[in-house]
Nanobody, 115 residues
Framework: QVQLVESGGGLVQAGGSLRLSCAAS????????MGWYRQAPGKQRELVAR???????GYADSVKGRFTISRDNAKNTVSLQMNSLKPEDTAVYYC?????????WGQGTQVTVSS
């Protein structure tokens, strides 16, 4: 059974930084990509950043230049370095594991940015 566990969320002032981490465990045949989504109250879930096993990356326009995603394929972990945080970044952040057959999700970690 696949499990994803996020960590690193918390409260930070605007302009500060946080680093989120996600560890995947279980039997997985193939992983195409790992990434991060977020959902703020009253808003749709949105893709924040994603990195394929081959190293290709993608970012939401709202976080480009501020967030950086990284992966350790051998350990099946993914991290998100978040700099220059804004109150608009406040949301629950979810780790995502993308496979050819199914998408797996973590429980989420709360990120709150105060003004």
């Amino acid at each position: 059974q696949v499990q994803l566990v996020e960590s690193g969320g918390g409260l930070v002032q605007a302009g500060g930084s946080l680093r989120l981490s996600c560890a995947a465990s279980g039997s997985i045949v193939r992983i195409n990509a790992m990434g991060w989504y977020r959902q703020a109250p009253g808003k749709q879930r949105e893709l924040v950043a994603r990195m394929s096993t081959g190293g290709n990356t993608g970012y939401a326009d709202s976080v480009k230049g501020r967030f950086t995603i990284s992966r350790d394929n051998a350990k099946n972990t993914v991290s998100l370095q978040m700099n220059s945080l804004k109150p608009e970044d406040t949301a629950v952040y979810y780790c995502n594991l993308f496979t050819p057959s199914y998408d797996y999700w973590g429980q989420g970690t709360q990120v709150t940015v105060s003004s």
